[in-house]
């Protein structure tokens, strides 16, 4: 019967049809994460030395920040010390050393600066960045992170117990009270400073604060620094996320320091200040518990 | 009509009215473990995303990457034992410091994709936070697969219907009238339809449920224990439990009519009569599976969509029933017996097409927030060619009523106009169905698009558009200057929003200002936020508020400490 036959053919066409539908499903069985570009992100571009280098000799540390954009950064802040330009703070593998050196920036943003290793072993080297914050979305300070080597054995140093009381240049830094400190609570630590003949030290600014407080996490070499300000100084802050931890001084010999520890542990404080012109380096140990 | 008749569909048409109008919007993430641009000190052991409702982790992506792109999970994702609105994906132990993207994706009970994104960083140095590129995964219901399968599922189910209805209630008497004719053909055919209802429904379950998984149509062990895992599929497959009962009474009412006799026995009404319930019912199926169950008001909407649906069923297969009866009829017969069944079903197809059009317009004017939202969204776009295919149908339909219709009827007396009316009447009918198949594609298009939410309508009174990107601009209202900072302006992250107010170079200070953010080109729940005075005259405040990408009305309501409230509406538009 003709018409019936063309009913089948419609039937047999509706069936390829659903038939066909069905061709084409991708073959895997499972369901398919996506796959994730990588980021654009800072990072450092050729960071010299690349290879090891020798303890006691000038050694250039160079190297250009790239941009998510790929392009070199080369727009940093000029102003408002101590937030500018590049620092970097150089720690020992150890945690027994840390140093903390300004960089020369030059064009198309290559910044390069002596440094001399005292030691050998792996130094932590903390490139601690304020772009000029062109654009609403460049964040206003990063800090990136390598490592250099210097040649010869390395003998770690066991990082002393806490003592309240340490010297450098002979000058007398003594922590007052009994400090107790936590994890992620901010806290300040009262530190006294008397000179030769138990004078009362005299602080001079030196890159924007009276003392800069370098915190060093023994093991994962984690870093956290706050500043002791002077009296009208307006760019100097210590801000972490929702805490102000700002440092203070309440006359001469006497240092309020902002500690804000982000896990518990043992922390290396080293102290830098400016006094009689000289540059004073005071390494404490503290603990942090949980 | 008697006022009881008037009486019980006023009643019904209130009951409508009243039934629950609560709108179905799609997955909304309400909580997430980190929170977005956390920095913690230590990785966590696990993500942990709570959304507003129970979504599917057989359906659900959580994927966690570093910097470089690297999957950092370590199983599957599962539902919390403490809350099954969360959502688990286990991580990699002692994660290094460094940001981390979380990308996820979920499926709403209504069976829409939803997805988003955020970051978060393990510390204490984590470094700077990077420009992570967001993935998205197409969230579309209409790939073609979906189309033809959606499409051939509403033919088979529709034309079954519709030929049922032509077979046991409009053809019937012909056998009776006109000797040697027999509507073996039509039965044939319904049960051609059915079975094509019949397979095509599961199949298209498989194709959503594959595409909704992200799984092959062919990973069928896979899939089907999914079918049940979302509101959606539960419906189709009630859609197909439904109509399979229906098959089997319609089969059943076939089998045991009679309509060589005038009067039907009791075995026969009955059957008859469940047979056309079952059918009411399968007409409800897609409406409660579909958008008219989320559009308010739920009972007015559903009531349309379910006359939509009987009308369309009625014209489709009654016209497919009427070319099969053409095509399987005796030259002899034909006239005759067309002469009986035409004008039946002219009656009841006018009828169908008025309904099809006013519950059409219903469901627009339902489902439409604004006028232009008929041409400037691609649902609005359906409804335009539906409606279009449907002018052609009535244009091809009007030549039958008009012209083969009286000639048929004349044809009683006047037998030579018989068969030059029959052919038309077969190149009309058939270019008809063609022309209602059509319109069921694009059906099948308009029900896998969402209808824009009311939010759409907010459009229309911006004062400005802004984004994507970092937001800075400038409007003025009222007498007042606002201006309106955005940053980083991005879905799925923590934004800045800023509003200086200033009236006559001065800042207004110590006003109440709330903002409230509408998606506008999806169905999303509405939030407000009070933003707090930071500086003189700014207002301020940091949400993840612009939690998908799209289009979102910013509207912020402010009311000065002197002088009248006012509010201000800006279109934003925000990029992964």
Known sequence: MRPMRRLSTVILGLTALVGLAACGGSGSGAVSVPKVAPAGTYRLQNFQPAAPVVAGRPTVLSFTIQQPSGQPLSAYRKCCEPHAGVDLIIVRADDSHVQYDDSDIGSGGHVSQPVVFPTPGRYRVVVDAYPAHTTPDQPLNFQLFTWVTVKGAYHPRPVPAYTPTVTSGGYRFQIQGHPSLKAIQATFLTIRVTGPGGRLAVFESWRGALAHAIFIHQGSLDYFHTHVCSPGASYCTSVLGAARVTGSSSGPGVLHVGVLLPEPGTWRLFLLTHIGGRYLTAPFTLKASA | ?576
């Not at chain 2, 996820?104 to 997805?115: E, N």
């Not at chain 2, 509408?518 to 939030?527: E, G, I, K, N, V």
């Open chain 2, 1 to 576: 009509m008697s006022l009881r008749v008037w009486i019980v569909g006023g009643a019904a048409l209130g009951a409508c009215l009243v039934l629950p109008s609560a709108a179905i919007a799609h997955a909304y993430l309400v909580k997430t473990v980190p929170a977005a641009s956390q920095e913690l000190n230590s990785s966590p052991p696990n993500i942990q995303l709570t959304y507003d409702e129970a979504v599917e982790p057989r359906f659900a992506i959580i994927s966690v990457t570093n910097a470089q792109g690297q999957q950092e999970t370590t199983g599957p994702v599962h539902r919390s034992s403490a809350n099954p609105d969360t959502l688990l994906v286990p991580l990699r132990p002692h994660l290094p410091e460094g940001w981390y993207l979380i990308y996820w994706r979920a499926i709403s009970v209504d069976g829409h994709p939803v997805q988003g994104a955020f970051t978060y960083a393990v510390g204490p140095n984590p470094g700077p936070a990077p420009q992570f590129r967001v993935p998205s995964i197409s969230a579309t219901a209409t790939t073609p697969q979906l189309l033809i399968t959606r499409w051939l599922m509403f033919v088979g189910v529709m034309g079954a219907i519709g030929l049922f209805v032509l077979r046991v209630l409009i053809a019937r008497p012909v056998v009776r009238r006109v000797a040697g004719v027999s509507l073996r053909a039509v039965t044939i055919a319904f049960v051609s339809a059915s079975l094509l209802g019949l397979v095509a429904t599961p199949v298209y379950l498989d194709f959503s449920t594959a595409n909704d998984s992200l799984r092959s149509v062919f990973d069928v062990g896979a899939l089907v224990p999914l079918f049940g895992a979302t509101a959606f599929g539960r419906a189709i497959l009630k859609l197909e439990l439904c109509f399979a009962l229906f098959c089997l009474a319609a089969w059943i009412a076939i089998w045991v009519e009679r309509p060589e006799r005038e009067r039907r026995s009791v075995a026969e009404l009955g059957a008859t009569l469940g047979a056309l319930l079952a059918a009411a019912a399968v007409l409800v199926v897609p409406g409660a599976a579909g958008h008219a169950a989320q559009t308010a008001p739920r009972g007015l909407t559903l009531a349309f969509d379910w006359l939509h649906m009987a009308a369309g069923s009625l014209w489709l297969g009654g016209l497919g029933g009427l070319l099969v009866l053409w095509l399987a009829l005796g030259q002899r017969e034909r006239v005759p017996a067309l002469s009986v069944v035409v004008p039946r079903f002219s009656a009841v197809a006018f009828a169908s097409v008025l309904v099809l059009a006013g519950s059409g317009i219903g469901e627009a004017v339902d489902h439409l927030p604004a006028l232009d939202a008929l041409w400037l969204t691609g649902y609005g776009q359906a409804i335009l060619v539906k409606s279009g295919l449907l002018a052609v149908a009535l244009l091809i339909a009007s030549g039958n009523l008009l012209r083969s219709r009286p000639r048929l009827l004349a044809a009683v007396q006047r037998p030579e106009l018989g068969a030059p009316a029959a052919g038309l009447l077969r190149r009309l009918v058939s270019g008809e169905v063609v022309v209602v198949t059509g319109i069921v594609f694009a059906a099948a298009v308009l029900s896998s698009l969402a209808p824009p939410p009311p939010a759409f309508a907010l459009q229309n009174s911006a004062l400005a558009r802004v984004g994507p990107g970092t937001v800075a601009r400038t409007v003025n209202r009222a007498g007042y200057r606002l201006e309106l900072l955005v940053s980083p302006n991005r879905a799925a992250a923590p934004d800045s929003f800023a509003l200086r107010i200033t009236r006559d170079g001065q800042p207004v200070r110590g006003a109440n200002v709330t903002l409230t953010f509408d998606m506008t080109t999806m169905q999303m729940p509405q939030q407000e936020y009070q933003l707090a005075e930071t500086r003189p005259g700014v207002y301020t405040r940091a949400a993840p508020a612009l939690v998908m990408v799209g289009e979102w009305g910013l509207t912020f309501q402010i009311a000065p400490r002197s002088g009248p409230p006012f509010s201000a509406l800006i279109l934003d538009q925000a990029n992964g």
